[in-house]
């Protein structure tokens, strides 16, 4: 779902409203940043709340801040938002976040970033940084519901937006059903399919047909139509099956951020195709699974590509580099159906592989503690799983995804303008 409404912010409370929407989830020990492009927000950055005792430290950390920021170089000023349980009761909360906050200022001021205002959040209370006046910043704070029931707030669940739980949590983590809880028509129809095709991973036909599944698929889901359990088993059955293959796996994810000719071009460069398919046939029809277009005629999900250089490698996808921006419908397409596909199984390779694409759907939207959650809970379906353990090493060396680093590329969820 995109917008290209303009939603307008009168008060403190309609931003700090609209973080959690941004984010997916309601931040918790975390510093969340938000550049400024004028009176229009920009990109926003959350990171985990430091525990820096040091003048030097903290001054370490607001450099590493500014770096980030500066990435959206129409940006001229940021504001702050401290998210702490910490210090509300005994009336300490601004004396605790104060040195960070000027830690914060001045670092910014060097790069004319100035902070335009910042404030304090906790769980049931929330206030300004700087205000002195008990009259509009009361003791202990406001209270917080008060953001949840901002009037831009609710504009945003009006119009489908929701706000998960914190990946933080032990108990939020993501959750896999037990066998028992899979649609037994599902499982049957993975049965069937892993049978018929997985002997054919090397097939380029094979892979012609697969991608042709998976795109009607994320369009079907684009047009806001779902999978559901028990009158589309087939074709989920089918999906956890080509998960099961790394080069089918990863062909799909380039797909949906890249285009097609990039997802074909890349499994061709890998060498992974062999001369298995002179008799013409396909391993099994599509149409079958509701795909009426022929395979060779799939659509790409980018616009039209004209040029060798508009078709990218599987690296440079991955990594965030290429394309300039990626098909973020698209993106957000292939994210609800592996949220759909995320169930237990005894070797726990479709899980690991459904978390793991989530994880580095999150990854490339600047959500790193999503990401963070969606990788471990892959590895704890099976550990040792290759691409979560390469992505959670990219992740521990704090590297942000090229396209959350531009308010020009960066996925802005429903893709309102907020001024």
């Known amino acids: 779902m995109t917008s290209n409404r303009t939603l307008s912010i009168h008060q403190p409370e309609d931003i700090l409203g609209y973080i959690p929407h941004m984010l997916g989830y309601w931040p918790e020990d975390s510093l969340v940043a938000i550049t400024m492009q004028g009176k229009v927000l920009g990109a926003t950055l959350r990171v985990d709340l430091p525990n820096l005792a040091s003048l030097e430290a903290r001054a370490g950390f607001a450099d590493q801040i500014r770096s980030f920021l500066i990435a959206d170089e129409e940006a001229n000023g940021v504001?702050?938002?401290?998210?702490?349980?910490?210090?509300?009761?005994?009336?300490?909360?601004?004396?605790?976040?104060?040195?960070?906050?000027?830690?914060?200022?001045?670092?910014?001021?060097?790069?004319?970033?100035?902070?335009?205002?910042?404030?304090?959040?906790?769980?049931?209370?929330?206030?300004?940084a700087y205000c002195t006046d008990l009259q509009c910043c009361p003791v202990p704070g406001l209270p917080v519901e008060r953001i949840k029931n901002s009037r831009l707030s609710a504009e945003l669940v009006y119009s489908g937006s929701s706000i998960g739980p914190s990946p933080r949590s032990a108990l939020e983590r993501p959750r896999l059903a037990s066998p028992g809880a899979v649609d037994p028509l599902v499982l049957a129809a993975e049965s069937r399919y892993g049978k018929q095709i997985l002997g054919r991973w090397r097939s380029e036909r094979c892979l012609d047909a697969i991608l042709a599944v998976w795109h009607h698929v994320l369009n079907r889901v684009e047009a806001g139509r779902p999978l559901r359990s028990g009158e589309d088993a087939?074709?989920?059955?089918?999906?956890?099956?080509?998960?099961?293959?790394?080069?089918?796996?990863?062909?799909?994810?380039?797909?949906?951020?890249?285009?097609?000719?990039?997802?074909?071009?890349?499994?061709?460069?890998?060498?992974?195709?062999?001369?298995?398919?002179?008799?013409?046939?396909?391993?099994?029809?599509?149409?079958?699974?509701?795909?009426?277009?022929?395979?060779?005629?799939t659509a790409k999900v980018l616009p039209e590509l004209s040029t060798d250089e508009d078709v990218f490698t599987y690296g440079d996808v991955l990594l965030g580099m290429r394309p300039d921006m990626p098909c973020w419908t698209a993106l957000d397409a292939l994210q609800t159906v592996l949220a759909g596909l995320c169930v237990d199984d005894e070797s726990g390779v479709v899980p690991a592989a459904a978390l793991t694409l989530q994880g580095w759907i999150a990854w490339c939207k600047g959500r790193g503690s999503i990401a963070h959650a969606c990788l471990s809970g892959a590895e704890a379906a099976q550990p040792g799983y290759r691409l979560a353990e390469l992505l959670m090493d990219l992740l521990g060396t704090g590297t942000i995804c090229p396209w959350a680093r531009s308010s020009s590329t960066a996925w802005r969820g429903y893709r309102d303008t907020v001024v």
């Open 79 to 128: 504001v702050l938002a401290v998210y702490t349980d910490s210090g509300w009761e005994d009336g300490t909360v601004v004396r605790q976040a104060i040195p960070l906050l000027k830690a914060l200022q001045l670092s910014l001021d060097e790069v004319d970033l100035s902070v335009r205002d910042a404030w304090l959040v906790g769980s049931e209370y929330w206030r300004s």
């Open 234 to 297: 087939r074709i989920m059955g089918f999906l956890r099956t080509t998960l099961r293959v790394p080069a089918w796996r990863d062909a799909v994810v380039v797909m949906a951020a890249a285009g097609m000719d990039s997802a074909k071009s890349g499994a061709s460069a890998f060498g992974l195709f062999v001369d298995d398919d002179n008799d013409g046939n396909t391993p099994f029809d599509p149409q079958e699974l509701g795909v009426e277009e022929p395979v060779a005629a």
